[in-house]
């Protein structure tokens, strides 16, 4: 027998491969593909259950305090002890905001950090994606994530205020005055997560980071607000202190645009402070892009 007899043959195996022939997604259609995928990521669907327990509960600890506000609307409106909601619409993320603050801590990470540890970011720009279609991606889930966990206790608070029978007119106008808000306050907060995650591929520094600024910016300057309006007498001072917080800063755009109370110990004060706020915010939201996008071309693939 020759040694090419005894040599071993090569056998192909079909296993069953084939070359996509199908329709193929253009830039716009992969970048909104992962807009729905990382807001899905972002409330732990598709994902094990244990991904969905904080934001759920989240979800949950928005929603309560709405329902019980709503079934109070009703009862003290059945018996001729209120004429409106005990709590305003534009006040709701303020009160709330331990659990906002929670959420898009354990969100922003999620959306992104996950990412960098994998590295998935170069499988992303394997097809006709641009890194800033990532960005803008991401920051469109994010926001709209936030927005939604702030729109449905105020719609629960809006369907008790019909349900009570309160002027439908100035319920309705109230409604969309605080969907406006809470819009600018998902693009704030959704922002400054978004950046902080960015720069760590450990979910929980990120989480840390997030909960650290939020908190501790709230906590310095509403204590500052506090002891300059009250011990200084000093109300349009401790009004422009609320630029240095996301959460006072939008809660200071509020009170300039609608004329609601302020949820602060001083809101803007003068003709100048209102507008000012409103710059500060718009541009806090596109210096948080444009950080964002400075962040990802340093990214390497």
Same mark, same amino acid.
């Given at each position: 027998?020759?040694?090419?007899?005894?040599?071993?043959?090569?056998?192909?195996?079909?296993?069953?491969?084939?070359?996509?022939?199908?329709?193929?997604?253009?830039?716009?259609?992969?970048?909104?593909?992962?807009?729905?995928?990382?807001?899905?990521?972002?409330?732990?669907?598709?994902?094990?259950?244990?991904?969905?327990?904080?934001?759920?509960?989240?979800? *949950?600890?928005?929603?309560?305090?709405?329902? *019980?506000?709503?079934? *109070?609307?009703?009862?003290?409106?059945?018996? $001729?002890?209120?004429?409106?909601?005990?709590?305003?619409?534009?006040?709701?993320?303020?009160?709330?905001?331990?659990?906002?603050?929670?959420?898009?801590?354990?969100?922003?990470?999620?959306?992104?950090?996950?990412?960098?540890?994998?590295?998935?970011?170069?499988?992303?720009?394997?097809?006709?994606?641009?890194?800033?279609?990532?960005?803008?991606?991401?920051?469109?889930?994010?926001?709209?994530?936030?927005?939604?966990?702030?729109?449905?206790?105020?719609?629960?608070?809006?369907?008790?205020?019909?349900?009570?029978?309160?002027?439908?007119?100035?319920?309705?106008?109230?409604?969309?005055?605080?969907?406006? $808000?809470?819009?600018?306050?998902?693009?704030?907060?959704?922002?400054?997560?978004? *950046?902080?995650?960015?720069?760590?591929?450990?979910?929980?520094?990120?989480?840390?980071?997030?909960?650290?600024?939020?908190?501790?910016?709230?906590?310095?300057?509403?204590?500052?607000?506090?002891?300059?309006?009250?011990?200084?007498?000093?109300?349009?001072?401790?009004?422009?202190?609320?630029?240095?917080?996301?959460?006072?800063?939008?809660? $200071?755009?509020?009170?300039?645009?609608?004329?609601?109370?302020?949820?602060?110990?001083?809101?803007?004060?003068?003709?100048?402070?209102?507008?000012?706020?409103?710059?500060?915010?718009?541009?806090?939201?596109?210096?948080?892009?444009?950080?964002?996008?400075?962040?990802?071309?340093?990214?390497?693939?």
């Amino acid at each position: 027998m020759s040694p090419a007899d005894s040599a071993p043959s090569g056998v192909i195996h079909n296993i069953g491969y084939r070359g996509y022939d199908g329709e193929r997604l253009t830039r716009r259609g992969i970048t909104f593909g992962l807009y729905a995928h990382s807001l899905r990521g972002i409330f732990g669907l598709g994902r094990a259950a244990r991904s969905k327990v904080v934001p759920f509960g989240m979800v *949950v600890v928005m929603l309560l305090p709405a329902v *019980v506000l709503a079934v *109070v609307a009703v009862v003290g409106a059945g018996l $001729g002890q209120l004429d409106g909601p005990v709590v305003p619409y534009t006040r709701y993320a303020m009160i709330l905001q331990a659990a906002l603050a929670i959420f898009v801590a354990v969100a922003a990470p999620q959306a992104v950090s996950l990412d960098l540890r994998f590295h998935s970011l170069p499988l992303y720009l394997a097809r006709p994606l641009e890194r800033v279609d990532y960005v803008r991606a991401k920051l469109a889930a994010m926001t709209t994530a936030v927005f939604l966990l702030l729109a449905a206790p105020l719609l629960v608070l809006y369907l008790g205020s019909l349900a009570a029978r309160f002027d439908a007119g100035r319920e309705t106008l109230d409604l969309a005055q605080a969907l406006l $808000g809470a819009l600018l306050f998902a693009a704030v907060l959704s922002g400054l997560s978004l *950046v902080i995650a960015s720069l760590t591929a450990r979910r929980g520094f990120g989480i840390a980071a997030i909960v650290t600024v939020l908190v501790l910016s709230y906590s310095i300057v509403s204590s500052l607000q506090g002891v300059v309006a009250f011990e200084a007498d000093d109300a349009t001072t401790a009004g422009w202190i609320g630029l240095f917080s996301p959460m006072t800063l939008v809660d $200071g755009v509020q009170v300039w645009a609608f004329g609601v109370t302020s949820s602060t110990p001083a809101g803007p004060a003068g003709d100048l402070a209102g507008p000012t706020f409103l710059v500060v915010a718009l541009a806090f939201v596109a210096l948080a892009y444009w950080a964002l996008t400075r962040r990802y071309r340093k990214v390497k693939v």
